[in-house]
């Protein structure tokens, strides 16, 4: 196993490159990112209610970032590196190979994802980290007003 002049060697089965690399990858949230806060927020603002980091669909081993049950809409806030934003990403320079098919296939699971909640009859929206959120939650209360449905009156 390979080890640097401070001591610390990788643990087994660690891509890690060094323990600074290793703590950097640690720190990276898969979910309550900055982004999704401020968008939930603001959706949250205008009265409607949602599921977070829930799966829409019970045997799809994926979650979506807010779920609508009812009017059957999946959100998801992507990271512009870990999704392979067309106007952000940036390969990195060190272990490449990794991570790029890395994201290749996260852009896969992405599109599989699309594919398997329309088929169930979900709505999917995605957004990138980097859009405004205001657009974002107003599109997402317009899509979820529009699919909800009404309420019988008892």
């Known amino acids: 196993m390979p080890d640097t ?8 089965g660690s ?3 060094s323990a600074s690399r290793r703590r ?3 720190a990276i949230r898969s979910r309550d ?20 980091a829930a799966k829409p669909l019970p045997n799809l081993r994926r979650t979506a970032d807010m779920v609508f ?24 320079k060190t272990n490449s190979g990794y991570w790029s ?5 996260n852009v896969g699971r992405d599109r599989d994802t699309d594919q398997r909640l329309t088929d169930a009859g979900w709505t999917v929206l995605r957004f990138w980290e980097h859009e405004p959120p205001e ?5 997402i209360a317009a899509t ?8 019988q009156d008892a």
């Open 15 to 17: 891509w890690a490159s």
């Open 33 to 52: 990112t900055k982004p999704e806060r401020l968008i939930r927020r603001l959706v949250h603002a205008q009265g409607l209610r949602y599921r977070v």
């Open 135 to 139: 657009q974002c939650a107003l599109q």
């Open 101 to 105: 098919e890395k994201v290749a296939r």
């Open 5 to 12: 002049t401070d001591g610390w060697a990788p643990p087994p």
């Open 144 to 151: 979820v007003s529009r699919l909800r449905p009404l309420k």
């Open 69 to 92: 049950r009812p009017a059957k809409v999946a959100v998801f806030i992507d990271g512009c590196y870990w999704h392979g934003c067309p106007e952000h990403y940036v390969p990195p």
């Open 24 to 26: 950097n990858m640690q």
